[in-house]
């Protein structure tokens, strides 16, 4: 289906997490990360038109997953900025081209919720700063100030509270959907469950790991990656061991669960080998499909006309 026609357009990147390590619960039931977050060239487009009440259409392979009322993170980020900046006629048509997979730990509800936000900020003209943007977006969700801004960074806290990090050059990425996806607070539990009477350390992000994305070297990079998340999501879906497997054995430099999972993500040496990977993976029959993206990606983006 083509964009609707005489809207505002913002293109938003998925996300892989480098680095995830989770310390013990909060009271709040969030948990304290070091999270390192790299967009990636997975990308869903939010289209708003003006409408007489909210509206939500989505299309891509995944859509039938996605909710269409009050609780898609689209429609909660309208009527968040519209409530904070009294819009008058805060009716709107979102239309979601869905390509990031629903549930599978790349922040594609997130994504959606970050590119509304911006495309009724212009939309609208309400003239939200960087900073209110932010702050609305860490009301919606933990990875959403990360959607909007895109890049790599460091989430501290429970993952609202960004550094923005160096990277050189890209990272080339092969990621593998599941069949179903995961519950985010799901995994969490279940990571809790599994670290229950085990001393939790104050989550860091790894020296090792920030100078390897600074130097941009793929090799150095595989080496420090890590999720604390992996074994939960692993434990609740044991057949996404087979699928890392797979992706070790065609030549992937690294092979982990992305965020809460169950997509898993393979971290090749360059461009060809992404493909090799791809193919072998998609072949193995381990996992959905198989597609490449390159890190970093830039944050939610206004596209022209
Ligand atoms: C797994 C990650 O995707 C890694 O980037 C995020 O930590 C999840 O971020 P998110 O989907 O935006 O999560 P939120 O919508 O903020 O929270 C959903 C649920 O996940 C759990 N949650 C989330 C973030 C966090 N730091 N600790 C948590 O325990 C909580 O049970 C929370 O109720
Ligand atoms: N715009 C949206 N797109 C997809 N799911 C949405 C959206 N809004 C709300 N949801 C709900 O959020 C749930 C999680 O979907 P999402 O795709 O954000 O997961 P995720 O990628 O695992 O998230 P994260 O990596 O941030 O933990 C879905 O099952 C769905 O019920």
């Not at 003239?127 to 959607?147: H, K, M, N, Q, Y």
């Not at 104050?202 to 790991?209: S, V």
Request: with cysteine; hydrophobic share 45%.
């Amino acid at each position: 289906m083509a964009r609707p026609a005489g809207g505002v357009t913002v293109r938003v990147p998925a996300k892989v997490n480098v680095q995830l390590a989770v310390g013990a619960p909060r009271p709040d039931g969030f948990h304290d990360l070091a999270n390192v977050f790299l967009a990636v060239g997975l990308y869903d487009e939010i289209t708003v038109t003006p409408s007489d009440t909210l509206r939500i259409t989505v299309t891509g392979p995944d859509a039938h997953l996605v909710p269409r009322d009050g609780t898609n993170l689209a429609a909660r980020a309208a009527e968040l900025l519209a409530a904070r900046y009294g819009v008058k006629d805060p009716g709107v048509h979102i239309h979601i081209a869905k390509d990031i997979p629903v549930a599978g730990g790349m922040a594609g509800g997130s994504a959606d919720g970050a590119g509304a936000l911006l495309a009724c900020d212009a939309l609208w003209g309400t003239g939200a700063g960087r900073t209110e943007l932010l702050d609305i977006c860490a009301e919606l969700g933990s990875d959403v100030p990360f959607s909007l801004v895109g890049g790599a960074a460091l989430g501290r806290g429970r993952g609202e509270i960004l550094t923005p990090l160096d990277v050189r050059g890209v990272f080339h990425w092969v990621f593998a959907p599941a069949d179903g996806g995961l519950s985010t607070p799901a995994v969490y539990r279940e990571c809790d469950r599994l670290r229950a009477g085990t001393a939790v350390p104050e989550p860091e992000a790894t020296p090792q790991l920030l100078a390897a994305l600074r130097t941009g070297d793929p090799v150095s990079l595989a080496a420090a990656v890590s999720n604390d998340l992996q074994p939960a999501a692993v434990s609740l879906r044991p057949s996404l061991a087979a699928t890392l497997e797979a992706g070790t054995a065609a030549g992937a430099l690294a092979a982990l669960v992305s965020g809460s999972g169950p997509t898993c993500a393979f971290l090749a040496e360059d461009a060809a080998a992404a493909e090799r990977v791809a193919a072998a993976l998609t072949a193995s029959g381990t996992c959905r499909a198989a597609r490449v993206a390159q890190g970093p990606a830039a944050g939610a983006t206004l596209l022209p006309g």
